[in-house]
């Protein structure tokens, strides 16, 4: 057997665990494509045998594989000073690999790489909006994979398994996201291009399922406009300010929110209204024509 085909040894702490060796396994794994061996301890014995070593050891050394944060002075910091944990310094060498561009490695790396890194280094970067409720985080989803305090501790290596093959769907599936969507900007950006009133943006009909979302990265844009397949009728969407806020740059006129067929067409005059979201923020139609008035007069109402 050679390096290439043979299973790689992969040390990490044993006890608990956490997303940024989790994340750092399963990264591993799917760069090996699953050729792995997991060794959880805290023996030194253990380290030369070891192929990889993360979260344990107190050395980093990316040229032999070794990817701990615990030393002093740990292991550098980002320009935002956030510091690295073992999942981020995992991705400084085979994010790009992994992901097949720098581009899909460095969107991954702002959305999930250093949200990880930032909570296992103990640095927020969320704030909660109402008292008593929290958002669920990568964090919360890892630790329901570990045992409860009735369920048996003595089999936790079982549980961080589990949690590895969580990690790796959710890292297969950003990945794929993030690359579709790099491509997506292209397509989006023809549609904006051939959009007459930049407000309005009309996408084709092949094109319907491109995420509308990609338009905010324009400053005009307020509605899309595309032909929903599955309910045979065409939508018109409110454009959001941020890809990654729920606030919208406008929404519909309110005296059309959550009305439906008769008493959409009342209010609208457009004959083949079929409905408004009751928050305003997208809206049915039968025709293409009658979805582009539909936004058209949603512009000069409020």
């Not at 995992?90 to 992994?98: L, R």
């Not at 045992?147 to 890292?171: C, N, Q, R």
Request: some cysteine.
């Amino acid at each position: 057997m050679n390096w290439l085909t043979s299973k790689k040894i992969i040390l990490t702490h044993s006890g608990s665990f956490h997303p940024d060796d989790v994340f750092a396994v399963a990264l591993l794994s799917i760069i090996l494509k699953g050729r792995i061996k997991i060794t959880r301890s805290r023996e030194e014995q253990f380290l030369a045998d070891a192929d990889f070593v993360l979260d344990t050891g107190h050395v980093y050394n990316p040229d032999t594989n070794r990817f701990d944060h615990h030393q002093e002075g740990n292991a550098g910091f980002r320009d935002e000073k956030i510091s690295y944990s073992t999942f981020g310094l995992v991705w400084k060498k085979y994010g790009e690999q992994v992901c097949g561009s720098k581009k899909v490695a460095d969107i991954l790396d702002q959305k999930l790489v250093q949200i990880i890194d930032a909570d296992d280094c103990g640095v927020m970067v969320h704030k909660d909006v109402f008292p008593n409720i929290h958002p669920f985080l990568m964090t919360d989803a890892i630790y329901a994979c570990r045992p409860t305090w009735k369920e048996d501790g003595d089999k936790i290596d079982e549980y961080f398994v589990k949690a590895v093959d969580l990690a790796k769907i959710i890292l297969i599936r950003e990945i794929k996201i993030a690359q579709d969507n790099v491509e997506a900007e292209v397509l989006v950006a023809e549609m904006y291009k051939k959009a007459k009133d930049k407000r309005v943006v009309v996408f084709d009909d092949e094109r319907y399922f491109l995420p509308k979302e990609l338009l905010c990265a324009y400053p005009e844009p307020l509605f899309a406009v595309y032909k929903d397949r599955m309910r045979k009728m065409w939508r018109i969407v409110t454009i959001r300010k941020e890809e990654t806020n729920l606030e919208v740059r406008k929404n519909f006129p309110q005296a059309w929110w959550g009305k439906r067929d008769a008493d959409l067409v009342k209010v609208t005059g457009i004959s083949d209204a079929v409905f408004c979201r009751n928050q305003g923020i997208f809206a049915g139609v039968t025709s293409k024509e009658g979805a582009i008035r539909l936004a058209e007069l949603a512009l000069i109402q409020d």
